[in-house]
C-alpha cells in the first residue's frame, strides 16, 4: 500500500531523501517507541506422534507384521481383505489395506485442540483412501502426487487445522487402492503467557461510530506530508465502499478531514499508494460487486442492486491505478490492470518500473503472476508466473496462494509472500533473476495473513501480519537474512485486544528519520473498523 524508503539497492524504490521541513517528536530520537508487555495467548505445543494402527475397530480385520516375518507374509491370504499393520526397519508402523476391508476407527486418545497432520509414504501413482473424523458428513480424500513404481518418498499433509478432539476418533475408509500412512501428528494449542514488544503510544488516524475504516496504505511525500488511504464503507461488505485518503502535516499527530479519491456504484476496496521519487502518488483498488451473491445484502440495498441489475452486474468490476501529480489533490481517470486481485498493489523495482503481483491465471489454472509497467499503468506486460494452484476452495484442504506482497532485494534477488488460508502460515517464494523465475513457495515459521514485506535501511526485512486468532492482533517481526528466518522471540504486537478477525492488513513505510511507520485496521468490542498507526524503531 506504500514502499519504504532504502538507500541500498540498486534502483531507487521512493521519494527521495531530501531536507524536510518537519519535526516528528512523537518519541526522543534514541528511543524506539516500544515497550515489553506480557500477552496471554494460544501458542503450539510439541507435536504428539501416532502411530497405534494396530489398536483400531474392528480389531478381526487387522493384521500385524514384522518386514522380516516371511512366515508371516506366506500365511496372509491372499483373496481376502484386511488391514495390514506392517513394521518394516524404515519406519515404526505402517497402515496399508489390502482388498476392500471395512472402515477402519482409531482413538488416539487426544483431548486438545490441534492441527492433524498425516504422515505418509508415496510408493504408488494409484494411492488413496479416504479419512474423517467421527461427527464429519463427509471424508476427506487423499491421494499421493507424484509417484512412481521406482520413485518413493514420505511427505506431510496437513489435513486439519485447529480442530476440537475431545471424544473424536479417527475414521479410515480403503478405496481399493494402495495407502503407506506412517502417523498422524497432532500439534496442540496450549494457553501460553510471553513476553512482546508493544507500541508506547498509537496514532488515531480515521474512527467514526458509523462507518467501516479497513485496508489501509500510507506514503510519506518528499516534502514530510504523510497520506493514508483507506475503504470506507457502510459494513465489512457493502456495495458503499469508496476509496478515501487523510493527510497529516505533523507527523501525525492530527489527521485532515478525509476527501474521496474515487467512488463508483459498486464496491472500492483494498487500496494501495505509492509516492515516487518524483513525487508522483499512485494510488491502486479494486472494484468488484462484493453484496451480488447475498440475499439479505441484495435486499437492503434495493437500489444499489436495482442500478447493477440494469446496467450489468460487473460493468465497474476490475483493478485499477489512478495517479497524482499534485500531492493527491486531483487524479487521473483509472487506468485498468491486468492483475486479478492483490491488497498491497504495485511496488517499485528494477529500471523503476512498477510490478504487481496477483492471483491471476496461467495455462488455464490459478496463478500468481506479476505485471510489469514503465508508464505508470498505461500500458502493461506480463513479467513472471510465480506459482501455481487449483482454484480457492474453503473447504479443500490445500495450499491457495492467495493476496501475494512482492519485495525486490539487491543482487536481483525478491521475495514473494502469500496469505494461505489451509494453515495460516506465511508462505514465501524467492527468485534470484529479478522476478523472473521463482522458487516453489514453502511456509515461514510466522502466523499470519495477510503480509507485507519492507526492507529497511540496514538490511533487515519487517514483516506485518494481523493475527487472526485469539488474542486478536496485529503484529510484525524483522528477517536478518534475507527473508530466510523471522526473529519471533522479537515479535512486535501493534494491538492485541481486537473483537473478532476483522482486522489486520497493516502496511509499513520507514521514514526519512529512519522511524518506521505501520498502518493497520482494527476492531474492539466497543468500536466499528477504524484505522490506526504506531511509530517505532524495531
Not at 8 to 34: C, E, H, I, K, Q
Not at 155 to 174: C, D
Not at 459 to 467: D, K, Q, T, V
Amino acid at each position: 500500500m506504500a514502499l519504504c524508503l532504502v538507500t541500498n539497492v540498486r534502483f531507487l524504490m521512493a521519494a527521495s531523501f531530501l531536507a524536510l521541513p518537519l519535526t516528528f517528536d512523537l518519541f526522543a530520537a534514541d528511543d524506539s517507541g516500544l515497550r515489553e508487555e506480557t500477552i496471554a495467548q494460544q501458542t503450539q505445543g510439541p507435536p504428539i506422534f501416532w502411530r497405534d494402527f494396530h489398536l483400531g475397530e474392528p480389531a478381526s480385520a487387522i493384521r500385524v507384521m514384522s518386514e522380516d516375518d516371511l512366515e508371516a507374509k506366506r500365511s496372509l491370504p491372499q483373496d481376502t481383505s484386511y488391514w495390514l499393520v506392517r513394521r518394516p526397519g524404515w519406519t515404526p508402523a505402517l497402515l496399508n489395506a489390502a482388498g476392500e476391508p471395512p472402515e477402519i476407527t482409531f482413538d488416539p486418545g487426544v483431548e486438545d485442540e490441534c492441527d492433524l497432520w498425516l504422515g505418509l509414504r508415496a510408493v504408488d501413482p494409484r494411492m488413496t483412501f479416504d479419512i474423517k473424523l467421527t461427527g464429519d458428513q463427509e471424508f476427506t480424500t487423499i491421494t499421493a502426487p507424484a509417484a512412481t513404481s521406482t520413485h518413493h518418498f514420505d511427505f506431510e499433509f496437513h489435513w486439519r487445522a485447529r480442530t476440537a478432539l475431545s471424544g473424536r476418533k479417527i475414521i479410515v475408509r480403503s478405496r481399493g487402492k494402495p495407502l503407506y500412512l506412517q502417523y498422524v501428528k497432532f500439534i496442540p494449542y496450549r494457553q501460553a503467557k510471553i513476553t512482546r514488544r508493544v507500541p508506547a503510544e498509537r496514532i488515531a488516524v480515521l474512527e467514526e461510530k458509523s462507518r467501516h475504516f479497513a485496508f489501509p496504505g500510507v506514503a510519506e511525500l518528499p516534502g514530510g506530508e504523510l497520506v493514508v488511504v483507506c475503504r470506507e464503507g457502510d459494513a465489512h461488505v457493502c456495495p458503499r465502499g469508496s476509496i478515501v485518503l487523510t493527510r497529516s502535516r505533523d507527523g501525525g499527530k492530527t489527521w485532515l478531514p478525509r476527501e474521496v479519491i474515487y467512488d463508483s456504484p459498486s464496491d472500492e476496496r483494498d487500496p494501495a499508494v505509492l509516492c515516487l521519487a518524483d513525487g508522483t502518488l499512485v494510488v491502486s483498488f479494486c472494484t468488484w460487486d462484493s453484496w451480488r451473491d447475498s440475499p439479505s445484502l441484495r435486499a437492503k440495498y434495493a437500489a444499489e442492486t436495482a442500478h447493477m441489475e440494469k446496467v450489468g452486474w460487473g460493468k465497474y468490476s476490475g483493478i485499477w491505478l489512478v495517479v497524482s501529480k499534485d500531492n493527491g489533490r486531483t487524479w487521473s481517470e483509472p487506468r485498468a490492470a491486468p492483475a486479478y486481485f492483490s491488497p498491497h498493489g504495485p511496488v517499485v523495482g528494477p529500471e523503476q518500473a512498477l510490478y504487481w503481483i496477483a492471483v491471476g491465471a496461467a495455462d488455464g489454472r490459478t496463478a500468481v503472476v506479476i505485471h510489469r509497467t514503465a508508464d505508470l499503468g498505461r500500458t502493461w506486460q506480463r513479467w513472471s508466473e510465480v506459482a501455481f494452484c487449483g482454484p480457492y476452495d474453503y473447504s479443500h484442504p490445500r495450499e491457495f496462494w492467495d493476496e501475494p506482497n512482492l519485495l525486490f532485494l539487491p543482487d536481483a534477488k525478491a521475495i514473494a509472500t502469500f496469505r494461505v488460508e489451509r494453515d495460516g502460515l506465511a508462505w514465501q517464494s524467492y527468485s534470484k533473476d529479478d522476478g523472473r523465475t521463482w522458487s516453489w513457495p514453502k511456509p515461514t515459521a510466522v502466523w499470519g495473513f495477510p503480509q507485507q514485506l519492507c526492507l529497511l535501511r540496514d538490511g533487515r526485512i519487517l514483516m506485518a501480519y494481523g493475527f487472526r486468532k485469539t488474542p486478536f492482533s496485529v503484529r510484525a517481526c524483522t528477517s536478518s537474512d534475507g527473508g530466510r528466518s523471522y526473529d519471533l522471540a522479537r515479535e512486535i504486537v501493534f494491538r492485541h485486544d481486537g473483537e473478532d478477525d476483522d482486522l489486520g492488513y497493516p502496511y509499513s513505510i520507514q521514514l526519512h528519520d529512519g522511524r518506521l511507520l505501520t498502518v493497520y485496521y482494527f476492531h474492539r468490542e466497543d468500536t466499528n473498523c477504524y484505522i490506526e498507526a504506531a511509530m517505532y524503531r524495531p
